[in-house]
């Protein structure tokens, strides 16, 4: 369980989905660099086929999952590593893998989904935004948008970050995202800019609306509950035109306000065996 006081400078327990996110990006690296020495054009192609690009996000849509996995160099990669194992970690042990998972990938998807139809719908008229050449890929992202999210819940909190420096957490998170806008605004690559706003922005978003137990769990208890709605009236229609039906024929029957027969004076009115 993670401490409720400051973090130390041990790394968190490698374990859960945070762990296999870690070593899932690991894999598409090595497999990356391996296979350069036999084909040497294969690593491009791979990425130009699963990295964002705006132009052709939606004919490929899987670019919108699979942009963090695609490395942008080896030291960005291992600290972006490093960085979601210190954090990803923390918010897994604290809220559970099923909320940790849905924030990851509601995250990525609807940060890239929102910064493709932004690029898209501004780019001729902010030439900044423009969707022709731009790109976007690496966990960088991701791993800043983890950290406000963690800032959110913890601003306060003191903790060391990289075993570098120690401030709060709201400090540390605020000044990540303002050095890698800055980055990407030296470098000319604004549409990634975009997206590691975008993607922090679903982040913070999906902690306000998601319950503890994550999306899926609200959504499948509010499903069941307009399901069982939906038969319970059904079941009261069909009491009625029962009760009508034995009126008809004389009888008086007695219906409980779920739809259910009361009638039978040898048994319990409260057994609900026989109460359907």
């Known amino acids: ?15 859960g989905l945070t762990r296999k996110l870690i070593l899932f990006a690991l894999v598409v690296f090595v497999a990356l ?3 350069s020495f036999i084909l040497p054009g294969f690593p491009l192609t791979m990425a ?21 996995f695609i490395p942008d160099s080896l030291l960005g990669l291992l600290f972006a590593l490093l960085s979601l194992w210190y954090f990803g970690s923390s918010l897994e042990d604290e809220r559970g893998t099923r909320w940790f998972g849905e924030l990851f990938f509601f995250s ?10 932004l690029s898209l719908i501004l780019g001729p008229f902010a030439p900044v935004l423009s969707p022709i050449r731009a790109t976007s890929n690496g966990l960088w992202p991701i791993v800043i948008a983890l950290l406000l999210v963690y800032a959110r819940l913890h601003p306060d909190e003191s903790l060391s970050f990289n075993f570098i420096f120690r401030a709060r957490a709201k400090y540390i998170a ?18 990634d800019a975009l997206n590691a706003v975008c993607t922090a922005l679903f982040a913070l978003f999906f902690v306000q609306i998601a319950p503890r137990k994550g999306l899926r769990h609200a959504f499948a208890e509010r499903w069941f509950g307009i399901r069982n709605a939906y038969y319970r009236s ?20 007695s219906i409980d306000e779920s739809g259910r027969y009361l009638g039978l004076d040898d048994k319990d009115p409260t057994d609900k065996r026989h109460m359907n």
């Not at 130009?48 to 963090?68: G, K, M, V, Y």
């Not at 605020?174 to 549409?191: E, M, R, T």
């Not at 059904?234 to 029957?253: C, E, N, P, S």
């Open 1 to 15: 369980m993670r401490s409720n006081g400051p973090i130390l400078l041990a790394l968190p327990a490698f374990r």
């Open 33 to 35: 660099f391996i296979s």
């Open 48 to 68: 130009e086929l699963f990295s964002l690009h705006p132009l052709r996000a939606f004919p490929l849509i899987w670019q919108f999952a699979t942009w963090p």
């Open 108 to 117: 990525v998807v609807g940060g890239a989904l929102l910064a493709t139809i």
């Open 174 to 191: 605020a000044g990540f995202l303002l050095v890698y806008l800055i980055f990407d605004v030296l470098y000319h690559n604004d549409f």
């Open 234 to 253: 059904k079941r009261r229609r069909a009491a009625k035109k029962f009760t009508v039906y034995m009126r008809k024929q004389g009888k008086d029957v």
